[in-house]
């Protein structure tokens, strides 16, 4: 079960019963901005500062090296997070 460490705060263990990284975010009460839910906007896009992810289908916003989209992703080992 990889945790997702969000840069000074607690860690959130992602157990599967949230399909994505962003829906378990936001069930621990975390504030990350977001819009289509699935990819196309990128408005909830995130640092990656540790770990690996996996999308769940490739998004078609852009997104640059080192920073990811919790919308349509979930984790593959441990993450560390920055949420802007």
């Known amino acids: ?49 540790a770990g690996q992810i996996q999308y769940l289908h490739e998004p078609l916003a852009f997104v640059r090296h080192g920073e990811f989209l919790p919308c349509c992703s979930i984790p593959v080992t441990d993450i560390e997070i920055e949420i802007p």
């Not at 975010?25 to 909830?44: F, K, N, T």
Request: glycine letters at 8%.
């Open 1 to 49: 079960m990889p945790q997702i460490l969000v840069t000074g705060q607690a860690a959130i263990h992602f157990n599967g019963s949230q399909p994505t990284i962003l829906q378990s975010l936001e069930q621990q009460q975390q504030d990350v901005s977001y819009q289509c839910r699935e990819g196309y906007c990128g408005a909830c896009r995130c640092k990656l500062i």
